[in-house]
């Protein structure tokens, strides 16, 4: 059975730093590219991050680039999500979720992990 | 980017009856798009994907259609946990790939 955990979440100051992870299991972790996809209280979905499977193709959306670096483990079945100079509209439940092979879609998703940014 | 905007926003309607929810995209997505259902503090489950096929273990109530700019989900008869927020999501032209704002099925 896939499973993906996410944790590391909790609440942390304006300009502070957090290391969200993804624990994988029930599948070839190395086969596949991950993702992190967040959702701001009460918003919709917004897609953070890619990682391809090896590690060495990596995108971000543009209000997270130069402050989040995504990045994983295959050795240990495990995603990151090392965010810095966090911000009050980083807010959000961070979810990580497994890639498709083809087509990209999200057929698996982790429970989601609370990053609160305030003071 | 390609932006995906979704209507209605809320849909009330009954059990039993047919619900039909739109995703236009602000250019063509081909038919890469898919339908997310997502129930309050749960993550997000995949309904449909490449436009029209639904993923392991959906009910046949729910059917997607659609290509280019304008997609559908119909669920054809609502049951009680059918009552949720639904999201379309192109992932044609990435990075970034993008969703829609949402569209809530709420009980009449």
């Known amino acids: 059975e896939v499973q993906l955990v996410d944790s590391g979440g909790g609440l942390v100051q304006p300009g502070g730093s957090l290391r969200l992870s993804c624990a994988a299991s029930g599948f070839t972790f190395s086969s596949y590219s991950m993702s992190w996809v967040r959702q701001a209280p009460g918003k919709g979905l917004e897609w953070v991050s890619y990682i391809s499977s090896s590690g060495s193709t990596i995108y971000y959306t543009d209000s997270v680039k130069g402050r989040f670096t995504i990045s994983r483990d295959n050795a240990k079945n495990s995603l990151y999500l090392q965010m810095n100079s966090l911000r009050a509209e980083d807010t959000a439940v961070y979810y990580c979720?497994?890639?498709?092979?083809?087509?990209?879609?999200?057929?698996?998703w982790g429970q989601g992990t609370l990053v609160t940014v305030s003071s | 980017e390609i932006v995906l905007t979704q209507s209605p926003a809320t849909l009330s309607l009954s059990p039993g009856e047919r619900a039909t929810l739109s995703c236009r995209t602000s250019q063509s997505v081909s038919s890469y798009l898919a339908w997310y259902q997502q129930k309050p503090g749960q993550a997000p489950r995949l309904l449909i994907y490449?436009?029209?096929n639904r993923a392991t273990g959906i009910p046949v109530r729910f059917s997607g259609s659609g290509s280019g700019t304008d997609f559908t989900l119909t669920i054809s008869s609502l049951e009680p946990e059918d009552f949720a927020v639904y999201y379309c999501?192109?992932?044609?032209?990435?990075?970034?790939?993008?969703f829609g704002q949402g569209t809530k099925v709420e009980v009449k």
């Open positions: 999501q192109q992932r044609y032209n990435w990075p970034p790939e993008t």
């Open positions: 490449d436009a029209s």
């Open positions: 979720a497994r890639v498709s092979g083809s087509s990209g879609y999200y057929f698996f």
